[in-house]
């Protein structure tokens, strides 16, 4: 009787692991919200030994941010990022999306959109501005709601961008109004962590990870030897970067890198099973892009 409940058990930890046969529907809440950003809190870079004020690195502008169901409590955008990407969105193959985007952008009052790269939609979800063209999803007023319908096809999956593409992408973009789609295949195996590294030019000075510059201020990335980890790299902006992990190698089509380049919108994703434990640095090697911001600190434990 106890060997059978044993099996059972065993047999339901199986069925939970493995990816569901059936395509879901996935349901994810966004608004716009404003915000005073600060790309510097530590006021430091401490790699040149300089000191910023905040007058010279907080600014305001509109972000998205995620929601709970209808819009009712805001949420952290992934489980381990909060920074300026927007809600980190996982899919599988063959999955539905629906974004519920609300703009509760009220203190630049703008019309905003949301306009997904890598997934398949019809022309009512682009959320690209065309005047005399495009409906209400491209330009979503202050205190409407639009719904994305998109599903992820049999070349979805990889990391992708999104982003404003409504009257307003210009400012809004350099303002941070943007995020990643994460897409796994219908049976690839979910890395065990997901760093989402975006590069982007803000304000006059700065060259940021996440909107935020200077080791310090970018995120910590954390994992354990033996761990598959993912890095998910995406730049915004109109500037190329080349992406560089210290102490580690990873395989394109190309072959081994240690360094890849990447410019606007275009995004990749790369993975490899940790083996060097220590304290390590990635960054964007454009030198003055370093200089300005665009690196950060890796650590990886035993
Ligand atoms: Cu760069």
């Known amino acids: ?9 065993a047999l339901g930890a199986v069925l939970a692991a493995a990816p569901s046969a059936h395509a879901a529907v996935r349901d994810y809440w966004v608004a716009a919200v404003d915000v005073d ?3 510097v809190p530590n ?5 040149e030994d300089m000191m910023y004020d905040a007058s010279q690195t907080v600014f305001p502008t509109v972000v998205y941010r995620r929601y709970t169901k209808s819009w009712k409590k805001p949420l952290r955008n992934s ?17 539905k999306l629906r974004i ?22 019809k022309p009512s979800s682009d959320g690209a501005y065309l005047p005399g063209f495009s409906g209400r999803d491209a330009e979503v007023k202050p205190g409407q709601t639009w719904t994305y319908k998109l599903t992820a096809g049999k070349d979805s999956a990889g990391a992708w961008p999104y982003h404003d593409h409504g009257p307003a992408m210009d400012e809004s973009i350099d303002g941070g109004m943007f995020g990643m789609l994460s897409i796994l ?23 940021t990870i996440d909107g935020r510059a200077f080791v310090g201020n970018t995120p910590v990335f954390r994992a354990k030897v033996g761990e598959l980890v993912q890095w998910d790299v995406m730049a915004m902006g109109s500037d190329f970067h080349t992406f560089h992990v210290h102490g580690h ?4 089509s190309e072959g081994p890198r240690d360094t890849q380049t990447i410019g606007p ?38």
Request: charged content about 25%.
């Open 249 to 252: 190698r990873w395989v394109t």
């Open 43 to 47: 006021g430091r870079d401490a790699i």
């Open 185 to 207: 295949g219908r049976h690839e195996q979910a890395p065990d962590r997901e760093f989402e590294v975006v590069f982007a030019p803000m304000g006059k000075n700065f060259m």
């Open 37 to 39: 950003w600060n790309m």
């Open 265 to 302: 919108a275009e995004t990749y994703r790369i993975r490899w099973r940790e083996d060097a434990p220590g304290t390590w640095l990635y960054h964007c090697h454009v030198e003055d892009h370093m200089m300005h911001g665009m690196i950060g600190i890796y650590r990886v434990t035993k």
């Open 1 to 9: 009787m106890r060997r059978a409940v044993v099996v059972v058990l």
């Open 79 to 95: 489980p381990d990022q909060d920074l300026i990407p927007g809600p980190l969105i996982h899919a599988r193959v063959g999955d």
């Open 100 to 121: 519920h985007f609300k703009n509760l952008d009220t203190a630049f009052n703008r019309p905003h959109s949301m306009h997904f790269h890598g997934v398949e939609y």
